[in-house]
């Protein structure tokens, strides 16, 4: 799950300043699962948007809300083409990609994002949502007993934890695990401690964000003459 939080309301304020019509539109996906964006917290943000602009004398801005089912897939933008036109601007309260997504789709109207991506993560307890994952392209949680050094190692090492891992603590801040003390009690849960004698070789970095943006093309789901070949002119 991609995990967001909420930008404040001076800060989204400052983004409307010079536009008198702005949409507010949410997302029904991810940022709903982590309370950042949904319905709910869209027509909160809404209300209290409403009323900043009013206690500085611009109450007569229209700020509207509304929530689609996914913000990443065009065929649910297809809702907000026609009322899009109505607004000046619009806040987008999906994921970075959301808001790129409603940018793309609507290139004449100012998009600004209303929430700050933050990571892949899993939600530990009422609240409280942890990275996991950092995307790498090349996963290799089979090699560490299914937890991974890229995204939960400070330091991103792979032979076994640093000098400064304490008590099963991070040197960095003690509020976060080591994950290889977690990795190393895990292999011994498992009788599969010796896997971690084998020496780990380098990360292939080619797939992660080094190589430029990436892009996942799967063959045998696009559409017959519409697939990547198709823009080549290869028929």
Excluded at 60 to 77: G, L, N
Excluded at 201 to 218: A, E, F, I, L, N
Aim: hydrophobic letters at 35%; glycine letters at 12%.
């Amino acid at each position: 799950m991609i995990v967001a939080d909420r930008k404040q309301i001076p800060e989204l304020r400052d983004m409307i300043k010079d536009f008198d019509r702005v949409l507010l539109v949410g997302c029904g996906t991810c940022v709903t699962v982590c309370l950042s964006g949904g319905e709910r917290e869209v027509g909160i943000i809404g209300s209290a948007l409403r009323m900043s602009l009013k206690l500085i004398g611009r109450g007569d801005t229209v700020v509207d809300e509304c929530t689609i089912e996914r913000q990443c897939d065009d065929a649910f933008i297809d809702a907000l083409a026609e009322r899009v036109q109505e607004y000046d601007a619009v806040i987008s309260f999906g994921c970075g990609v959301g808001v790129q997504a409603l940018a793309e789709r609507f290139p004449k109207t100012p998009m600004f994002p209303g929430l700050n991506t933050q990571f892949m993560g899993l939600l530990e307890s009422q609240g409280v949502w942890a990275e996991k994952c950092a995307g790498c392209g090349r996963c290799r949680l089979g090699e560490f007993m299914g937890l991974c050094p890229i995204a939960r190692c400070s330091k991103q090492i792979f032979n076994g934890p640093c000098g400064g891992s304490h008590d099963g603590k991070c040197e960095v801040n003690d509020d976060i695990n080591c994950v290889w003390q977690e990795i190393i009690d895990r292999a011994r849960e498992l009788g599969m401690l010796d896997k971690l004698e084998e020496l780990a070789q380098p990360q292939d970095w080619s797939t992660y964000r080094d190589g430029g943006p990436r892009k996942v093309v799967r063959e045998d789901q696009c559409i017959a003459g519409m697939g990547p070949d198709a823009e080549e002119g290869v028929q």
